[in-house]
């Protein structure tokens, strides 16, 4: 699934977001061409096509392209956001089968929950000693860890044993903790 996303600071100082993203369904080369806009932290507003072939897409997102760059919205690299630690305290040093389950379910309900709302993306996650990390990109990371005690909540996951840290991109070693406060020193192992 190709996906573009894109950000602008409104004249009210909030920050917009537009995405489009193709995927593609069946052997026959159709897909289904969204995008998904609206102010970051807040449920999104979404259009679609329908039975979309990949030539079709790729005039669809030019034409998307150029209409963000009109309006003045452009991509956010990477390095200008930051990431957001959602830390689980595990009972074991490797975790068991349910903190694997776990994990699988907070890295789907995160993933939806953020993106229609343009706060970011689950990137990745991994088992440390006693713990488990879920690392998400995000361009707006006050309002993501709003968000994700929300989501957590909302998931019936565990909202006991999770810690949420912010960290730069360029030194995620620098996480400090955001949630539970107040503040505690937070490491990733």
Request: hydrophobic share 40%; charged share 30%.
């Amino acid at each position: 699934m190709a996906i573009i996303r894109t950000y602008r600071l409104d004249e009210k100082n909030e920050l917009q977001f537009r995405e489009a993203w193709y995927q593609q369904f069946d052997e026959e080369e159709l897909g289904q061409f969204v995008i998904n806009h609206g102010t970051v932290g807040h449920m999104s507003k979404t259009s679609d096509v329908q039975d979309v072939k990949v030539e079709r897409a790729d005039e669809l997102f030019a034409g998307f392209l150029a209409t963000c760059e009109e309006d003045g919205y452009e991509q956010i690299p990477a390095e200008e956001q930051s990431w957001v630690i959602v830390q689980y305290a595990l009972k074991t040093k490797e975790g068991t089968e349910r903190d694997r389950y776990m994990e699988k379910k907070a890295k789907e309900a995160l993933t939806g929950h953020l993106a229609w709302r343009g706060l970011g993306t689950v990137e990745s996650s991994d088992f440390a000693p006693n713990k488990l990390n879920i690392r998400i990109l995000s361009p707006a990371p006050k309002l993501a860890v709003a968000s994700v005690k929300v989501c957590v909540r909302d998931a019936k996951l565990d909202t006991t044993k999770m810690s949420v840290g912010v960290a730069p991109y360029d030194n995620i070693e620098a996480v400090k903790m955001a949630h539970p406060m107040p503040a505690k020193p937070f490491s990733l192992s």
